[in-house]
């Protein structure tokens, strides 16, 4: 009643199902606000895509590290990082410009990690010192197989630790539980793999 009485909108977008299915298109209307998604919220939520590039990962990465590192609660100087679906481009993104502040990265269905463009993570993995741990889903359009190939060979080249392997049998965001691609045997194993990753690198890092 009170969204009818200001004249917003009765539906919300789910943004993190947008990200995770990582649509090409979106069809929506600008008819009315208020018994739709608002056009204006698509907009927006498509704006905050399209301006998450490397320039604005590198720069919220390093606020974060700086904002991290002035809590008190927080001891020593290197921290883990990982993301899922595009946050799995951001985390790897971190690393690469912050290479000495990270002791373990993983990133879960992440998109767009070994691309052909000039701001693609792969391509600012040579400085990285810490551990890195990549799943990824099967037919994913945002990591084929060939992204795969060229990020695992920037890695090995660059005498990274990692693994990158591929979830058989699991869809983009199958780790995230209240998606219709949830896969509860591919979760359980990036919960095993994630807190793996983290106790082995982070416990002893300084």
Request: net charge negative; charged share 25%; aromatic share 8%.
């Amino acid at each position: 009643r009170e969204a009818l009485a200001d004249g917003r909108s009765l539906y919300a977008l789910d943004e993190e199902l947008i990200d995770a299915l990582d649509p090409d298109v979106i069809l929506t209307q600008d008819l009315c606000a208020v018994c739709a998604v608002s056009s204006d919220d698509v907009g927006r939520l498509c704006s905050v895509d399209a301006d998450l590039d490397r320039d604005r990962e590198v720069s919220d990465s390093g606020a974060s590290i700086e904002f991290l590192s002035a809590r008190p609660e927080v001891k020593g100087k290197r921290f883990g990082a990982t993301g899922y679906c595009m946050g799995g481009n951001a985390s790897l993104t971190a690393a690469g410009a912050f290479p000495e502040r990270f002791a373990a990265i993983a990133s879960f269905h992440g998109g767009n990690l070994g691309t052909d463009k000039p701001d693609s993570p792969h391509l600012f993995v040579k400085n990285i010192t810490g551990r890195v741990y990549v799943a990824g889903a099967i037919e994913d359009a945002s990591f084929p197989e060939e992204q795969k190939i060229r990020l695992e060979k920037a890695l090995t080249d660059a005498g990274v630790n990692h693994v990158v392997e591929t979830y058989s049998g699991a869809r983009h965001g199958f780790a995230v539980p209240d998606l219709p691609v949830f896969d509860k045997g591919a979760a359980e194993r990036h919960w095993t793999a994630l807190f793996t990753l983290f106790q082995e690198t982070l416990a002893g890092a300084e």
